[in-house]
């Protein structure tokens, strides 16, 4: 395939990389990989890495990775994939272990269903790579899994080649486990982690859930009493040995238990009764909840109630795929929304692309590639800065890179609105619509 090749229709891609996964050597057959890997690997062997086109996507995953955005969970936004060049969007979020975290992409009504990639990623500072937790990309485009330690994480969403449309992506914690006390929730909880015990000389290792005495104590997972005991300071106890996820669940302070060692319980069954044996003799009745993993850690993440989606965005979706400018002389772009930390500061001549509407802001690219949070009110769209005719034939741009995908090629004398302006290219508007970047001074 040419090197020199800059763009592809829909179908010659589509054809091109269908054929290409058809006639794989029985070594491609076998290589496991993610999806985006495995689709980055076809884009290889039929020779569209080394089209503009090709490099182009693969920039863009790299890139998602590299100059991720920082949200808080709850997250939800509406997003726009265009089709006309190659976007990714990398998102981190903090997690707390034991927190299920649930990602979830659904496309808008009427979007012809592309194949979009989405990758959870962990992040360590011991590690320079991110570590790949769990991947979709099918019709469903929802996954869970379980934070198995104190990290960040990162979220990479991308569409395959030339494929656009809107969508609705939504990031929220959920519970790993059960709740322990019959009819209760995160709410009775009187107690949390690290609380004072002993006039200061311990800390609190679990949490207390309030409960009239008497109410049942329940399995929080699938798996096998290990221990039912009496100690001084847990009163009557039971150990449960947690099959799914590889960490002993400790219920303590109990009137009554009502299992033995080595027997086999689901999630719901009844272990005991809530009281308040061992030293916790003067307190109300509460059942005393532990998760061990090598010690004791915080089981409030793994019991918090799932997370409430924010409400939809204010902005409305029209918004999406649109160019905007700032309203006054600069603006800066926020990592995150609402954060007062800056990644950069355009002006108003600088046209942003915006590809994601969150509450009151929107997730818009900068010409050069990188992306950031502005305020909706802070912008206006991108009204032409002036009109004028081309005076030579020109090649119109999906970015504004020299080694950018070419849209279309303009003859001299072509009508065009410009619409904004970065280092020496300009953003243009044909009549029919089509918007595309210019070399103002071709060399």
């Avoid at 995160?186 to 982690?193: E, L």
């Avoid at 400790?250 to 299992?259: I, K, N, T």
């Avoid at 929107?362 to 590639?369: D, F, K, N």
Wanted: charge should be positive; glycine fraction near 10%; proline fraction near 9%.
């Amino acid at each position: 395939m040419p090197h020199r090749l800059r763009a592809l229709p829909v179908v010659l891609v589509v054809l091109l990389l269908t054929a290409c996964s058809q006639n794989q050597t029985l070594r491609g057959i076998f290589q496991s990989g993610t999806p985006h890997e495995n689709y980055a690997r076809r884009l290889r062997q039929a020779g569209l890495a080394e089209t503009a086109l090709g490099r182009d996507w693969l920039r863009a995953a790299d890139q998602a990775l590299r100059d991720s955005l920082l949200v808080k969970l709850p997250y939800q936004e509406s997003g726009f994939f265009p089709s006309d060049r190659a976007v990714a969007t990398g998102l981190r979020y903090p997690v707390r272990t034991g927190e299920t975290i649930h990602v979830s992409l659904t496309l808008a009504p009427g979007t012809a269903a592309p194949k979009v990639f989405l990758d959870a990623y962990e992040l360590s500072p011991d590690r320079a790579a991110p570590r790949h937790l769990i991947a979709a990309d099918t019709t469903d485009l929802s996954f869970r899994y379980v934070a198995e330690a104190d990290r960040q994480h990162l979220l990479r969403v991308q569409p395959e080649l030339l494929r656009g449309g809107r969508y609705t992506l939504s990031i929220r914690r959920e519970p790993s486990l059960g709740f322990p006390v019959l009819g209760k929730s995160d709410k009775a909880i009187g107690s949390f982690w690290g609380a004072g015990r002993d006039g200061g000389a311990r800390r609190h290792e679990g949490v207390d859930i309030f409960a009239a005495r008497g109410t049942p104590v329940v399995a929080a997972a699938r798996g096998y009493i290990t221990r039912v005991n009496e100690t001084p300071r847990g009163g009557r106890v039971v150990w449960l040995a947690d099959a799914d996820h590889g960490q002993h669940l400790y219920y303590a302070h109990l009137d009554r238990q009502l299992v033995q060692p080595g027997q086999q319980v689901r999630p719901g069954d009844t272990l005991g009764l809530v009281g308040n044996t061992g030293n916790a003799k003067t307190t109300p009745p509460h059942l005393h909840f532990g998760v061990y993993r090598h010690g004791a850690i915080d089981p409030y993440p793994f019991l918090r109630r799932a997370d409430v989606l924010p409400p939809a965005p204010k902005t409305p979706p029209a918004r999406l795929g649109q160019y905007v400018r700032a309203r006054d002389a600069r603006l800066p772009l926020r990592r995150t929304p609402g954060d007062k930390l800056t990644l950069a500061t355009t002006t108003r001549t600088t046209p942003l692309l915006v590809l994601g509407v969150a509450a009151d802001w929107l997730r818009v690219q900068l010409p050069g590639g990188s992306a950031g949070f502005v305020p909706a009110k802070a912008v206006l769209p991108a009204a032409p800065l002036r009109r004028e005719n081309l005076a030579a034939a020109t090649e119109l741009h999906s970015f504004p890179l020299p080694d950018a995908p070419t849209t279309a090629a303009l003859p001299a004398q072509t009508p065009v609105a410009v619409l904004g302006e970065f280092g020496l290219y300009r953003l243009v508007r044909q009549a029919n619509g089509r918007t595309g970047w210019l070399l103002s001074k071709p060399v």
